[in-house]
């Protein structure tokens, strides 16, 4: 035999089960759906509705709104360099070679990818990136241009970087060998990388 009991929402009277008494406090679904609470947009103050359990997170009404917050959010950025030499510019929590960067934001477009534009150090130092002394080459370009210098000094541009000091030798490195440095300490005083070492001292 069913007994009554009020709606916990509505008031409303309806028939229960004994044994489902206590379990059973609303008298329909809609009833047994949390309500809705009015939130005002923080970007548009329009005003859109929301479950009461969101109601003290909810703060934009769509995606544009919230897309219009984050832009006007000041940016974080950080600078690194890789193993290869260049920057590295950090732009909330995307990484860009601040080189390919600086030139994209110059010509107001995207580059393309490496192997049809490459932008090129004007002075050789990969850390230099100030707008003067870079230029856009392509792959076929560059390799040309480094031809042309290896002719004229017998030294390849990409050569004047850390990783390829023709002014270390076996007979700099002897004498620190002989002190019992190791590799790593050695490339720290030449201010290179021990693969380098090791390639002048055992190969020359």
Do not use: W
């Amino acid at each position: 035999m069913k007994i009554t009991n009020n709606c916990k929402r509505c008031g409303k009277e309806f028939s229960v089960y004994p044994c489902k008494k206590d379990k059973i406090r609303y008298c329909s679904i809609k009833c047994s759906r949390p309500g809705k609470a009015k939130i005002i947009c923080y970007i548009c103050k329009k005003s859109f509705f929301v479950s009461n359990c969101f109601k003290n997170t909810s703060t934009f009404c769509s995606l544009k709104c919230t897309g219009i917050f984050n832009s006007q959010k000041p940016s974080k950025t950080s600078r690194t360099i890789n193993s290869g030499g260049y920057v590295v510019l950090r732009i909330n929590k995307i990484c860009f070679l601040e080189h390919r960067y600086i030139m994209e934001q110059h010509l107001k477009r995207k580059l393309k990818p490496f192997p049809i534009e490459l932008v090129h150090h004007i002075n050789g130092i990969k850390t230099d990136n100030r707008i003067e002394n870079l230029k856009i080459l392509t792959n076929v370009a560059h390799s040309r241009m480094n031809m042309i210098e290896f002719h004229k000094t017998g030294v390849y541009s990409y050569k004047k970087s850390n990783f390829k000091r023709l002014d270390i030798n076996r007979n700099k490195i002897l004498p620190y060998i002989k002190k019992g440095y190791s590799f790593n300490k050695i490339a720290k005083i030449f201010n290179t990388y021990r693969k380098m070492i090791t390639r002048r001292y055992y190969v020359g």
